[in-house]
């Protein structure tokens, strides 16, 4: 008795279920992850560190350096700001820092203002150093950083105000900057908009689900005020490329100064970084 030979169509049809069923395995993980994108942003996108109540400032502070903690009563939470005085202030630097770390670690560039004679102040964004509260929205950065700016700055009234944002604060300067006009709008390693960023660092994330856009390029053509751009040409997380891009919406009186040989975090450790902005600064005269 012979045996059957086994027809080609019941392997083939195996082989077909087996792929639909690796494709549909591999759809619901990119769901799930591009799900898990979209609802874990803020831990994808801020790593505060918190700091104990009571840290002592001054031991990390220049000798002599005079500061206050100041309170920023916003809905919901109370922010942690500083500011540091100087004996003849000239003015003020409005400083918002990038996605990590708190007032602390922002605070090492504090002598270098202090010869400068300006004043310093720095936020804490909710849930960093010593803030209260968590983000949960881009509106709700920026409604937080023009609360700090209303509690600072009229009393620097005639005087010059130079706001500074730093990697993530540049996208909350542009908007401040647009809206209040100050005397200078540094920012330093900053990204053309965060939705860019992020189709270059995951491009199969659909850029509907980003909740925070900080669409700098949309914007960067209404401040009214001088910007100066700085970026290091060996930035590993953002590219030179989107210090340029702005540049070119900018207003007529925009500079970019491309820091040679300086990545992300390095950037205020070179000489072309700290010349520029310090003679842009005393620029601006002030007492």
Sequence with gaps: MSTPTPSPVRPARRWLRGIAWLAGALLGLAVLAVAGIALRQERLLFHPE??????????????????????VRVPGATLSAILLRQQSSRGLVFYLHGNSGNLATWLGNAAFYRALGYDLFLLDYRGFGQSSGVIDGEAQLHDDVRAAWQRVAPAYAGRPIV???????????VRLARDVRPDLLVLVTPYASLSRLAAEHMPYVPSALLRYPL???RIIGDVRSPVLIFHGDRDEVIDVAHAHSLLALAAADAELVEVAGASHTDIQTFAAYRDRLAVRLRALGGP
């Design 215 to 217: 669409a700098s390029d």
């Design 50 to 71: 918190p700091l104990p109540a009571g840290f002592d400032f001054a031991a990390i502070l220049p000798p002599g350096q005079t500061f206050e903690t100041i309170p």
């Design 163 to 173: 706001v500074i944002g730093r990697s993530l604060g540049s996208g909350l300067a």
